[in-house]
């Protein structure tokens, strides 16, 4: 896995990227004075500390099963509240929240089912759920074209750590399934910067790694994915990478009592 800088560094990353969606959402909520807000699978408290920023006055709770994550999360978010729990089985009464959240977290839920019976009891009726995003890996799209294989590994090895690699496109259906109404689900457009920052292909590049590590490769798919990451880099420094993960949104509406 990982270490917890590196992490820390992609969900800023990622928060980057999905920026406009989250003022998007937000601002078309109809919430209470001082709503109560958790965000589920919080990870180092990236995106909480920004929905809190947007919506003053909020009460907001963050849980992850990562308890290093959570204590930097507090750390650097000190008015917010975070705790270490399974998303399986949170620590709330029913009909907690305003409003759930989650962000680059359904992707990795197990149980799944369970893990949206257990956030669709914390919202209140009339309440909101957000997924903000979710990606799509099955749509990944490389280019130049030689790199078209990285998408089928990257899916592969992701699917044998259990990730639910095209839970972006299945967004509508499970909120639907789990009651809410008014459901609207959209995918994020794409933009790209060339040339790439370092950091942003080194954490990239370092990402890629972690994923392939899963997967137990033949000698003939080592050598590929050699050649691969060869080209990749030879592509960055040339500006003709572009990687399009599709990245799904959803949100739903909890029938008030």
Excluded at 93 to 112: K, Q, R, T
Excluded at 187 to 210: M, S
Aim: hydrophobic share 40%; glycine share 8%; with cysteine.
């Amino acid at each position: 896995m990982p270490d917890l800088y590196l992490l820390h560094q992609r969900y800023q990353q990622q928060a980057e990227w999905t920026h406009s969606i989250r003022q998007y959402l937000l601002a078309k909520l109809a919430l209470p004075l001082n709503p109560r807000v958790l965000e589920v699978g919080c990870g180092t408290g990236v995106i909480l500390a920004e929905v809190a920023r947007q919506l003053p006055g909020c009460l907001a709770f963050g849980i992850d099963i990562d308890i290093a994550a959570v204590q930097l999360a507090q750390r650097k978010s000190p008015f917010n509240s975070y705790a270490q729990c399974n998303a399986a089985d949170l620590p709330f009464p029913d009909g907690s929240f305003d409003l759930v959240c989650c962000h680059y977290f359904l992707l990795w839920a197990n149980p799944l089912q369970q893990i949206l019976q257990e956030i669709n009891r914390q919202i209140k009726p009339g309440g909101t759920l957000i997924a903000f995003a979710e990606p799509d890996y099955g749509g990944r799209i490389d280019h130049p074209p030689q790199l078209a294989p990285l998408a089928e590994l990257q899916e592969r090895s992701l699917r044998v750590r259990g990730a639910h690699t095209r839970i972006g496109r299945e967004l509508g259906q499970h909120l639907l399934q789990m009651g809410l109404e008014r459901v609207e689900t959209g995918v994020l457009g794409g933009q790209w910067q060339f040339p790439a920052t370092q950091d942003a292909d080194d954490t990239e590049n370092a990402i890629l790694q972690d994923d392939l590590e899963a997967l137990t490769l033949t000698t003939v798919e080592s050598e590929l994915v050699q050649q691969l990451i060869t080209l990749d880099e030879e592509a960055c420094r040339q500006g003709t990478r572009l990687i399009y993960l599709p990245t799904f949104y959803a949100v739903g509406f909890k029938p008030a009592a």
